[in-house]
């Protein structure tokens, strides 16, 4: 190993136990948890996935009144004192029929026809629509620093119902601009990267400290200095309801951290809230591409921070940071990631990871990467 790279994971490691010690501060949203200056009548639409439980809470100690508009599949009952209006994106929206509020926000649409829909039966009966986009609208992720004058992506199939991984960025692109018909200049465009913490069952963040709580040689992907972006749900819940209280119009990437995080700061700062015994193997990119062992799915979070990917991870969210956004510790995320998951199992112990690779897998991708570097 050269000195360069071993000074490296040494600081590495060290800024891992500073996040860990940190986890004992509140987030600067924890400290903004208070009555808002206007209490406002705000329609969530979904309210009880994954980002919509971190706003209602949020939003109803701040002293708002709520209504929540869906199909009453997921965790029905969560908010008994919360309004309920129960119908379907897919033409079952009459409920909706007469009612004003001040503020829609729409968590889970993707389909352009399910906002046109609902935003043209909104028109003027609420004061300002939020639409929570994706940063997968752009087109080239090529390029660090892209912020939110970048070009977007375009389909040539706009009114499809079949939402695939090679649509999705377009078909959101596509959802923005119908919000922002109906609701000209009264639209605030959120984009997250991947969204992380508890309450997310997609495991796309969760597999690093499951994984790395479970001790061992833990197979790190690609070169320690690749950045990674995410952003904890109830951050960006929280910090959509300040939007709406601060009547903030706009386009704005919300993502995380504040300042750069590379994957080893990354992997070593979830090290830090274990006791577990983990020795980290990095593993270069190529190689973990012959070995088929793939960025963002097998290795969740990660993808090469060069090449096409160059700009994926290094994306700019000074507008949404000039406009209030916070970022809780990468401990405090860790932490109760691994708490929910750990819920998660004592409730059904057959559950399993939804993303990252496999042990069987890993241990194979590591014994053929310890064969390739064995001398003749």
Do not use: C
């Amino acid at each position: 190993m050269s000195r360069s790279r071993r000074e490296f994971l040494r600081a590495a490691a060290a800024a891992g136990a500073g996040l860990a010690l940190s986890a004992a501060h509140r987030s600067l949203a924890a400290d903004l948890v208070g009555q808002a200056p206007k209490p406002l009548r705000i329609l969530i639409l979904g309210g009880t996935g994954f980002i919509g439980p971190h706003q209602v809470r949020y939003a109803l100690a701040r002293g708002h009144k709520l209504t929540l508009f869906n199909r009453g599949r997921t965790n029905p009952g969560l908010f008994p004192n919360v309004e309920l209006l129960e119908g379907d994106r897919n033409g079952k929206i009459d409920a909706l029929k007469g009612r004003d509020w001040d503020v829609v926000i729409d968590n889970p649409a993707t389909l352009p026809r399910w906002v046109r829909d609902t935003a043209q039966l909104l028109k003027g009966h609420a004061g300002q629509y939020v639409f929570i986009s994706t940063v997968s609208v752009y087109a080239d992720t090529s390029k660090p620093g892209m912020d939110e004058t970048t070009a977007l992506l375009t389909t040539d199939m706009p009114d499809t119902d079949r939402v695939t991984n090679q649509n999705y960025g377009a078909l959101k692109a596509l959802a923005e601009k119908e919000a922002e018909k109906a609701f000209p200049g009264k639209t605030t465009v959120i984009r997250p990267g991947l969204i992380v913490g508890p309450g997310d069952t997609s495991d796309r963040f969760t597999y690093w400290p499951v994984r790395i709580a479970r001790g061992g040689e833990v197979m790190a992907p690609g070169e320690p200095t690749d950045p990674v972006q995410f952003i904890d749900a109830r951050d960006l819940g929280e910090w959509s309801i300040r939007m709406v209280e601060q009547g903030d119009m706009g386009i704005y990437n919300a993502l995380g951290p504040r300042a750069t995080l590379s994957i080893a700061e990354m992997l070593y700062g979830i090290r830090a809230i274990t006791s577990a015994d983990v020795k980290f193997t990095w593993v270069p990119a190529d190689f973990l591409a012959e070995q088929k062992v793939s960025p963002w799915g097998d290795m969740p979070v990660w993808v090469p921070g060069q090449g096409d990917s160059a700009g994926f991870s290094r994306m700019s969210n000074q507008h949404a940071v000039a406009k209030g956004l916070t970022f809780r510790p990468l401990a405090d995320t860790a932490r109760a990631t691994l708490e929910d998951y750990q819920a998660r199992v004592t409730a059904k112990p057959d559950t399993k990871l939804l993303s990252g690779i496999t042990p069987a897998r890993e241990t194979a991708a590591l014994a053929a990467w310890h064969a390739k570097k064995k001398p003749a």
